[in-house]
Nanobody, 116 residues
Framework: VQLVESGGGLVQPGGSLRLSCVASGFTFSSNYMSWVRQAPGKGLEWVADIKFGGGMETRYVDSVKGRFTISRDNAKNTLYLQMNSLKPDDTARYFC?????????RGQGTQVTVSS
């Protein structure tokens, strides 16, 4: 299993970023996928997940509902996280992970810093 995240960076409060995660080494289209994050000095926090089939149902932690959107392109083995209206509290290293609630394998992550 290999997961490679990209798209992080420094953004001002209220700004947007789109994270990507390219997956390989497993059947991406048959797996729940998640985003989790870790803020400085804190533990891992599940952010969102997306089901692998059917209606590709999505779930979000309350703090990002209405601001973040998780999506996937099974043809490209790629997971996305569109982040809008970013806040300083969103500053963290973001990881994609296999499985629901981020319980599986994680990538190396991409850093997101929200600061003016």
């Amino acid at each position: 299993v290999q997961l490679v995240e990209s798209g992080g960076g420094l953004v001002q409060p209220g700004g947007s970023l789109r994270l990507s995660c390219v997956a390989s080494g497993f059947t991406f289209s048959s797996n729940y996928m998640s985003w989790v994050r870790q803020a400085p000095g804190k533990g891992l926090e599940w952010v969102a997940d997306i089901k692998f089939g059917g209606g590709m149902e999505t779930r979000y932690v309350d703090s990002v509902k209405g601001r973040f959107t998780i999506s996937r392109d099974n043809a490209k083995n790629t997971l996305y996280l569109q982040m809008n209206s970013l806040k300083p509290d969103d500053t963290a290293r973001y990881f994609c992970a296999t499985g629901p609630r981020g319980i599986g394998t994680r990538g190396q992550g991409t850093q997101v810093t929200v600061s003016s």
